[in-house]
């Protein structure tokens, strides 16, 4: 056994040497809700936007004395300027969404002491929107971004089927909430859009939803589908959503060699008038997802859940099911404390066969502050696993350390996505 002394010098030198690899190796950001440049206004960037952002938005009104609907009505800079107010001038800026914008300000070399929100304003504006992606993309050290695209969204459908010059760090996933969460208005549309479709689940109509899938996983070059589900969510069952998926989305699916993610434990429209910000968290039954893994092994699933109570069951039916991917510390789980514990148990229950973090960032900047805020977390867990290990003699290797922190962030998903 090795005295302390040496114990605690071998326990620095690996954090050193995780915080270098944690910082120097490149995120693949699997989940976010940003979009290639090229679709113009869909790609949000800018201080109002990170502040007029739903996770700061929900805190504000907390504080501001005005009806939602008189406040969104307001231009978005006025917007920006109440949130600003409330948050970061009338209190202290101390929750982890606020922290967000500041982390981000420092990253690019702003001052956020000198709490001068024009100044802030006129230093965004002098980018061009390109050269604004990449270094947004290299100081965050993200090297590829998954988007959320949605046929069903008046403004994104019409980029798709004109067709555009794809940026190649940004790749597509099919998002279909509308198909399953509420198909009688979906199945309106597929019949607008040319697809015979009719409201009973009939053979016909179900061939006609997989050819409406088939058309967008290969307009988008879909990397998987996916979609978020309340907590009464259940499988096998009558419902439209059971149906559904049972027989269009997943053989789909597994036509395609497509994994299909599932973000569990959404209530949406909890109060319907904060829009955005007005949704809540659920417990959701994973034993439908069990179901689900079990019924159809052939099937890939990539699985994120809102409420905390999930965490450790989620991570207990992963270790039985190899097609089960869990990935990320989502939305109200996007907290210091959660994502350490999160992450911890599932090191601890998985060892490195999951995902932690992806960004859900709406807004481009976001991925700065969330990786680096993820990426500090990351390195005191493993370096504690590491020196847990080292008690026992067992030493990883810098290539080691370099393989095993690749996979968390977002190689392992990728041979996921593709074996
Ligand atoms: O369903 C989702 O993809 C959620 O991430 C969003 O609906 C949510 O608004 C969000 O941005 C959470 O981070
Ligand atoms: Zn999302």
């Not at 069990?290 to 019924?295: E, F, G, I």
Request: aromatic letters at 10%; one cysteine or more.
């Amino acid at each position: 056994m090795s005295s302390p002394a040496v114990s605690d010098f071998r326990r620095t030198a690996t954090a050193a040497l995780l915080e270098r690899v944690v910082s120097s190796t490149p995120v693949i950001d699997i989940h976010t809700h940003l979009y290639d440049p090229q679709m113009g206004g869909l790609l949000l960037w800018g201080i109002d936007d990170l502040l007029v952002y739903h996770y700061l938005a929900a805190e504000a009104f907390r504080h501001l004395d005005v009806p939602p609907e008189a406040f969104f009505a307001l231009p978005k800079s006025e917007q920006a300027d109440r949130i600003w107010h409330e948050l970061f001038v009338a209190h202290s800026p101390v929750s982890e969404a606020c922290r967000g914008v500041l982390t981000t300000l420092h990253r690019f070399g702003l001052d956020p002491h000198m709490r001068d929100l024009p100044a802030i304003r006129s230093w965004f504006a002098q980018w061009p929107i390109e050269a604004h992606v990449s270094r947004t993309l290299e100081l965050a050290n993200v090297e590829r971004i998954y988007m959320t695209n949605s046929p069903f969204d008046p403004v994104e459908r019409p980029f798709w089927q004109t067709g555009f010059l794809r940026d190649e760090r940004f790749v597509a996933a099919l998002r279909i909430d509308p198909l399953l969460v509420d198909w009688p208005n979906a199945a309106l549309q597929l019949v607008s859009w040319g697809y015979e479709v009719g409201e009973g689940l009939s053979a016909r109509t179900l061939s006609e939803v997989r050819r409406f899938l088939a058309d967008w996983t290969e307009k988008l070059d879909a990397r998987y589908l996916m979609v978020s589900l309340p907590p009464d969510f259940r499988f096998p069952a009558h419902t439209d959503t059971a149906q559904l998926l049972e027989h269009a989305v997943l053989p789909h699916c597994r036509e395609h060699g497509l994994p299909f993610a599932l973000m569990l434990g959404v209530r949406r429209g909890v109060n319907a008038r904060l829009q955005l910000a007005g949704d809540g968290v659920g417990h959701s039954d994973l034993c439908s997802l069990v179901n689900l893994c079990d019924a159809f092994p052939d099937n890939k699933f990539a699985v994120t859940v809102l409420a905390r109570e999930n965490q450790h069951e989620l991570c207990v039916i992963a270790r039985k099911f190899r097609n089960l991917h869990v990935f990320g510390c989502w939305w109200f789980t996007n907290t210091p404390q959660l994502i350490e514990e999160i992450t911890r148990m599932r090191l601890e229950l998985l060892g490195l066969s999951f995902t932690p973090q992806h960004s859900d960032a709406r807004v481009l900047e976001q991925i700065i502050y969330k990786f680096d805020h993820a990426r500090r977390i990351l390195v005191r867990v493993l370096a504690d696993k590491y020196a847990d290990l080292a008690v026992t003699g067992w030493e990883p290797t810098e290539a080691e350390i370099r393989r095993d922190v690749r996979s968390l962030l977002g190689g392992g998903f990728e041979q996921f996505c593709q074996h």
